[in-house]
């Protein structure tokens, strides 16, 4: 029987996370499927792979789960997630570089780079954003936000 490759992750990913005081335990884990969920909601209307696109997501923050500060953690993590990756043995290089390649832009919300890439900003402001609806939304997502929204059909008027 084929393996599951996302199901292969997050086991790794929640072995890797569960090393934290109980409550940051919980927000990672919300903010890491959170994200991966997105990524498949935007993934599956933007015409693209869902299972890559759910990878990205839940590596996105890989540095900063398993005890790296939020500085680069963009940079730092598409390192450790390629390193992952490879470990497993069950993505090819192509994935590797897709993957990885979005998780070291996720933190320039401002730039615009390849699909996968924005398609992981967008999944990451979702997350901030609808973390919860009446905290103010940060200045370098407001942008992207509000695009979001018009392409999914929230009127917010």
């Known amino acids: 029987m084929k393996r599951n490759r996302l199901e292969e992750l997050r086991i ?4 890797l996370i569960l090393d934290h005081d109980p409550q940051m335990t919980c927000n990672f884990i ?3 499927y959170g994200v991966s969920k997105f990524c498949t909601i935007l993934a599956l209307k933007r015409k693209l792979n869902p299972e890559l696109a759910a990878t ?3 590596l996105h923050d890989i540095y900063y789960m398993t005890g790296g500060n939020s500085e680069d953690h963009a940079i730092k993590g598409a390192v450790q997630a390629e390193n992952l990756l490879k470990e497993m043995k ?3 290089d192509e994935e590797i570089e897709l993957i990885v390649t979005a998780i070291s832009h996720h933190s320039d919300k401002r730039a615009v780079h390849g699909i996968y890439d924005e398609l992981l900003k967008d999944a990451d402001v979702m997350d901030h954003c609808f973390y919860n609806h009446d905290s103010p939304i940060p200045e370098q997502e407001k942008d992207r936000y509000q ?6 059909g929230i009127d917010t008027n």
């Open 12 to 15: 790794r990913m929640n072995t």
């Open 56 to 58: 990205c997501g839940m």
């Open 90 to 92: 069950m993505y090819n």
């Open 30 to 32: 919300a903010h890491m």
């Open 147 to 152: 695009q979001l929204l018009k392409e999914l």
